[in-house]
């Protein structure tokens, strides 16, 4: 477990399977009683997730990121704000997460709008990360061409000097975004390839509607 997940906390579920009149009401909390379920299980980096985007054209692509805060208003990550993934969604703020737990035959599949997070939050969490992944925020130039590795670690270990046994600030070029889901599926594997799948989706009025979906 990565100790830099500050999760709230849920129950852990202990149905297996998936029925659209007993799942939680609201998808977030559904969420995190799998996600805590993945946890408890001992699961390698349960809070990874691929996240898609797309440019303004509409050219997808995708990445593996880690989950950092999951609540009532979405799902959190950090990233620097120069990489292709944070281009794209400044030019198309919209995305889709997924989650896969192979080991407990579950995914979720979670499509919404994205925004940065304030830069008082993400001044919050930097705060908070071990000192060389602050540093290695500060020395990587992410998503850019670079000649070899030992630029980096060069950079790297002239940041280090400089810092001294100061605390290392957040560069502006670094943050969080928010994504507010408005979809969000939920898929368990069942015998016979009659899987379920629960799909959310909210309404205007901030409701979510439950349905099953077929396999």
């Known amino acids: 477990m990565n100790p ?5 906390e849920a129950l852990t579920t202990t149905n297996d399977a998936l029925d659209e009149k007993t799942v939680a009401r609201d998808p977030l909390v559904q969420f995190q009683h799998w996600l ?3 946890i408890a299980a001992g699961l390698s980096l349960p809070e990874a997730m691929t996240l898609a985007t797309s440019t303004r054209e509409g050219k997808p692509s ?15 990550f950090f990233t620097n704000y120069g990489s292709n993934k944070a281009r794209d969604l400044d030019a198309n703020p919209f995305a889709a997460l997924v989650f896969y737990w192979p080991q407990l035959e579950r995914q979720v599949r979670i499509e919404g709008s994205v925004e940065r ?25 992410q ?3 670079v000649e070899n ?6 950079r790297f270990h002239e940041l280090d000097e400089m810092y001294g046994d100061r ?23 069942r015998p016979s390839r009659l899987h379920d799948r629960i799909l959310y989706e909210q309404h205007s009025d901030g409701d979510w509607s439950i349905h099953r979906l077929a396999p």
């Open 4 to 8: 830099e997940l500050p999760l709230k």
């Open 36 to 38: 805590n379920d993945a």
């Open 62 to 76: 995708a990445r593996l990121v880690l989950l950092k805060l999951a609540d009532e208003r979405g799902f959190v």
């Open 117 to 141: 997070i304030s830069a008082a939050e993400s001044d919050e969490y930097f705060k908070t990360r071990p000192r060389e992944s602050q540093l290695g925020a500060l020395s990587s130039p």
């Open 143 to 145: 998503s850019k061409v």
């Open 149 to 154: 590795r030992e630029v980096l670690e060069q």
């Open 167 to 189: 605390g290392v600030e957040r560069p502006a070029h670094w943050g969080g975004y928010r994504l507010k889901p408005g979809r969000v599926e939920f898929w368990k594997a």
